[in-house]
């Protein structure tokens, strides 16, 4: 069922265009690339106030106030090309390990900041101009290093679709 909804979209006119375009593919590739550097630098930076080893000396909501409009555009921009990405191959993508494994990273991740904005924020104003947070905050910092660090490598694997577990290879997926 889902692989033929994988497939239907795979021969789709402008999936196949977008994968053999001689420049709508590397451009879409770049422009993930580049948007998800500038969104995940500027996590990166946030995380590292909020783990208590960076930017010290700011506030965490100065902090958030001044990285979250370029947070917003860098994480928009790599949404939508990564989404264009993957329809232009989904049959490729719908057997890929560190596809699947990179989608599970993001649900985690984003699981994260929604714990993070929905719970451990709600207390801002008693430590906000902490130089080293509470617990909480710096382990969501920690998590969030982790994942984002993971998600870059895994999505980067993704391109190597033999770098695989056997027991992936045996779900025989590829067709």
């Known amino acids: 069922m889902i692989r033929g909804v994988f497939a239907w979209a795979d021969a789709l006119p402008s999936s196949v265009w977008l994968r053999e375009s001689l420049n709508a593919f590397p451009i879409l590739l770049t422009s993930h690339v580049l948007s998800m550097c500038l969104f995940a630098g500027l996590v990166m930076m946030m995380d590292f106030?909020?783990?208590?080893?960076?930017?010290?000396?700011t506030s965490i909501t100065d902090a958030q106030e001044r990285l979250f409009p370029y947070?917003?555009?860098g994480g928009i921009v790599s949404f939508v090309t990564g989404a264009l990405l993957f329809y232009s191959k989904p049959l490729t993508y719908f057997s890929n390990f560190h596809f699947w494994l990179k989608m599970l990273l993001l649900l985690l991740a984003f699981a994260n900041v929604a714990y993070f904005h929905f719970?451990?924020?709600?207390?801002?104003?008693?430590?906000?101009?902490?130089?080293?947070?509470?617990?909480?905050?710096?382990?969501?910092?920690?998590?969030?290093?982790?994942?984002?660090?993971?998600?870059?490598?895994?999505?980067?694997?993704?391109?190597?679709?033999?770098?695989?577990?056997?027991?992936?290879?045996?779900?025989?997926?590829?067709?």
Request: no cysteine; net charge positive; aromatic share 10%.
């Open 49 to 57: 106030r909020l783990a208590g080893i960076g930017n010290r000396s």
């Open 119 to 175: 719970k451990t924020y709600a207390t801002v104003d008693e430590w906000n101009h902490e130089p080293t947070p509470p617990s909480p905050v710096r382990m969501a910092g920690y998590v969030s290093i982790g994942l984002w660090s993971l998600i870059i490598i895994i999505g980067r694997m993704a391109a190597y679709p033999g770098l695989v577990p056997q027991w992936w290879t045996n779900l025989g997926l590829d067709g």
């Open 71 to 73: 947070q917003l555009v």
